[in-house]
Antibody, heavy 125, light 111 residues
Framework: QVQLVESGGGVVQPGGSLRLSCAAS????????MHWVRQAPGKGLEWVAF????????YYADSVKGRFTISRDNSKNTLYLQMNSLRAEDTAVYYC??????????????????WGQGTLVTVSS | QSALTQPPSASGSPGQSVTISCTGT?????????VSWYQQHPGKAPKLMIY???KRPSGVPDRFSGSKSGNTASLTVSGLQAEDEADYYC???????????FGGGTKLTVL
């Protein structure tokens, strides 16, 4: 069965950095695009970033563009999110999510069929 | 402020039907047939309930249905059950700049 397990969350000071990981199993990781989605405490979902199955294209929300970098290592079945210049408003549970369709193009990459349990990032001094 | 507009709350009694709306623009909901709905129970990860406007993943009860008219998508839950009480979020593809946008979520209460 599909499993996505995030790690790397914690408490970091404003301006600091953190790298999140998402270990994937139960499917052919190298065939699927992957997303990061976050949820601030008591708030709604916010899409953060997407990477194509082969890492060739990456997309970011305006709120994180230039500060966050999504990447993947298909040999390790792992997705990453490097977060720099962190701000208080980045405080959230960060979920990794799998795109529903393999080898998806832009529109068809926008459905998330499996989600991890999330990892909490707290930006505070 | 979320890109897609959902009512903050909705409610219904067991066995009744309830419809949750999700209003966007021609750049997202109205422009693409890639609207999804997710159910989230407290402290849990979201679960895909509807994709591509009206398709149900395997395992999702047929009490859940989706539709779209113009810039507004809708999720209907028929025959409400206690376990349907949760937050529901819509999402839509929004072009290569914004990629995916979410609604602010609707808290569904089963009375």
């Amino acid at each position: 069965q599909v499993q996505l397990v995030e790690s790397g969350g914690g408490v970091v000071q404003p301006g600091g950095s953190l790298r999140l990981s998402c270990a994937a199993s139960g499917f052919t990781f190298s065939s699927y695009g992957m997303h990061w989605v976050r949820q601030a405490p008591g708030k709604g979902l916010e899409w953060v970033a997407f990477i194509r199955y082969d890492g060739s294209n990456k997309y970011y929300a305006d709120s994180v563009k230039g500060r966050f970098t999504i990447s993947r290592d298909n040999s390790k079945n792992t997705l990453y999110l490097q977060m720099n210049s962190l701000r208080a408003e980045d405080t959230a549970v960060y979920y990794c999510a799998k795109a529903q369709l393999g080898y998806c193009s832009s529109t068809s990459c926008s459905t998330f069929d499996y989600w991890g349990q999330g990892t909490l990032v707290t930006v505070s001094s | 402020q979320s890109a897609l507009t959902q009512p903050p709350s909705a409610s219904g009694s067991p066995g009744q039907s309830v419809t949750i709306s999700c209003t966007g623009t021609s750049s997202d909901v109205g422009g693409y047939n890639y609207v999804s709905w997710y159910q989230q129970h407290p402290g849990k990860a979201p679960k895909l309930m509807i994709y591509e406007v009206s398709k149900r993943p395997s395992g999702v009860p047929d009490r859940f249905s989706g539709s779209k008219s113009g810039n507004t998508a809708s999720l209907t839950v028929s025959g409400l059950q206690a376990e349907d009480e949760a937050d529901y979020y819509c999402s839509s593809y929004a072009g290569s700049n914004k990629f995916v946008v979410f609604g602010g979520g609707t808290k569904l209460t089963v009375l």
